[in-house]
């Protein structure tokens, strides 16, 4: 379907692109300016990720998860994650690309192939991800990182105010249960929610419930913005 030797030098940018929506904007803005020659980077639809193969999406130089979910196709979201998770493909999931890295860490590998989104399907019985208690959406709070975690040592500091576009998040539920089988909640809220989700062993995996495509600046870059695109682009 696409061509894989071009695809090792491409970012996919995973999401329904929406030139009115701020956050596209944001992504857009940020990585025009962080993503220099050789790589690149293009807007990869769900629906087109969804009818890609796995040899296809593992063919990126990396993935990054877009916010702007519900998503026209939630499986594609759902695979590219996977594919990025099985495979070793660099992925920065921000905001619903948090929640449906949530989504899919449950469903694969806790197995509970029922765990939804409930944004997405109000009606499901088994929800991953939840409404939470109060919006985060449209305000800024601080984040807490995890002593030690890949995290923590990419912001140098051990939190950061960080810009906040949603009103779903992990299930509290889950929390014990995924970081048991290995995905380490690296970041928190005041009172210890889910912010910041990653996995230590891989050579890059970070999903952040935030934004932080929104905070990047030509003359001061986001921190986890600028790790995602070196490690796609094979310098870390």
Not at 113 to 138: I, K
Not at 158 to 175: H, K, T
């Amino acid at each position: 379907m696409n061509n894989t030797a071009a695809n090792k030098k491409t970012i996919a940018v995973v999401g329904d692109y929406g030139a009115e929506r701020p956050t596209h904007k944001a992504t857009q803005r940020a990585l025009e300016h962080a993503v220099q020659p050789p790589l690149r980077f293009e807007w990869l639809a769900t629906e087109t990720a969804e009818q890609m193969s796995d040899a296809e999406l593992v063919s990126y130089a990396g993935l990054l998860i877009a916010p702007g979910s519900p998503y026209r196709s939630m499986d594609g979201a759902l695979k590219a994650i996977r594919v990025a998770r099985e495979r070793d493909v660099p992925l920065l999931g921000t905001c619903g690309g948090f929640q449906h890295v949530a989504v899919e860490f449950v469903r694969d590998v806790l197995g509970i192939e029922r765990a939804d989104h409930e944004e997405s399907n109000p009606n499901a019985r088994e929800f991953a991800v939840v409404r939470l208690p109060v919006s985060l959406a449209d305000h800024e709070y601080e984040v807490f990182f995890h002593p030690g975690s890949r995290t923590e040592a990419i912001y140098g500091a051990s939190a950061a105010v960080e810009p906040f576009f949603c009103g779903f998040g992990l299930n509290p539920r889950y929390q014990s249960a995924i970081e048991e089988r290995g995905l380490a909640i690296s970041g928190t809220s005041t009172v210890g929610a889910a912010r910041v989700l990653e996995l230590p062993e891989h050579p890059f995996f970070i999903a952040t419930l935030y934004v932080p495509q929104a905070r990047y600046k030509p003359d001061d870059p986001h921190p986890l913005v600028t790790a995602f695109v070196a490690a796609a682009g094979g310098l870390v």
